[in-house]
T-cell receptor
Framework: GAVVSQHPSRVICKSGTSVKIECRSL??????MFWYRQFPKQSLMLMAT?????????EQGVEKDKFLINHASLTLSTLTVTSAHPEDSSFYIC?????????????FGAGSRLTVL | KQEVTQIPAALSVPEGENLVLNCSFT??????LQWFRQDPGKGLTSLLL?????REQTSGRLNASLDKSSGRSTLYIAASQPGDSATYLC????????????FGSGTQLTVLP
């Protein structure tokens, strides 16, 4: 079955540093991936749509210069949180569209917990 | 703007009980609705997907129903087991676009042995 791997699963960093999170589709090619943010006991909020070979599409209110997304290949999208601050601490989840499975049939990664000290 | 609400936020039941989780949405013109399971600190696993033309979907001990006109869906879990303990989220899509999935905040289920 389709598998999406996220790395790292947990990361702790100091305020002001940048952190990169990777999202890989292991057994299928994903032209489109999605990045979400989830606060404790809250729903997933879509941050941006990552498109292979083109610029990401950011949702309203998401700072594109702070959350850099790169989708350089059909199996890898990265989210870089630049100059991280404690308020950026959250659970970040990616998902990928499986080809030929319907427009919103997604495979989700296991998430990455970011803690900014 | 579509809003998705899940009540209760948390539920604790003894093993073996049948239970119902609720999901309501404000815009009834949905394309489909999905139920997901999320284990602590993990991503989402899709459980059931109901197209707007369908009334229900079943998978094993799970049955999801959809009443578009009233803006409601339920997830029925039969003979609950401790392994069912997780957070269950519903998500609706207005257009079939993954970008337009709106998630509820989930119901945290604990099944006590």
């Amino acid at each position: 079955g389709a598998v999406v791997s996220q790395h790292p699963s947990r990361v702790i960093c100091k305020s002001g540093t940048s952190v990169k999170i990777e999202c890989r589709s292991l057994d299928f090619q994903a032209t489109t991936m999605f990045w979400y943010r989830q606060f404790p006991k809250q729903s997933l909020m879509l941050m941006a749509t990552s498109n292979e070979g083109s610029k990401a599409t950011y949702e309203q209110g998401v700072e594109k210069d702070k959350f850099l997304i790169n989708h350089a290949s059909l199996t890898l999208s990265t989210l870089t949180v630049t100059s991280a601050h404690p308020e950026d601490s959250s659970f970040y989840i990616c998902s990928a569209m499986r080809p030929n499975s319907g427009a919103n049939v997604l495979t989700f990664g296991a998430g990455s917990r970011l803690t900014v000290l | 703007k579509q809003e998705v609400t899940q009540i209760p936020a948390a539920l604790s039941v003894p093993e073996g009980e049948n239970l119902v989780l609720n999901c309501s949405f404000t815009d009834s013109a949905i394309y489909n609705l999905q139920w997901f399971r999320q284990d602590p600190g993990k991503g989402l696993t899709s459980l059931l997907l109901i197209q707007s033309s369908q009334r229900e979907q079943t998978s094993g001990r799970l049955n999801a129903s959809l009443d578009k006109s009233s803006g409601r869906s339920t997830l029925y879990i039969a003979a609950s087991q401790p392994g069912d303990s997780a957070t269950y989220l519903c998500a609706v899509s207005l257009s079939g676009s993954a970008r337009q999935l709106t998630f509820g905040s989930g119901t945290q289920l604990t099944v006590l042995p």
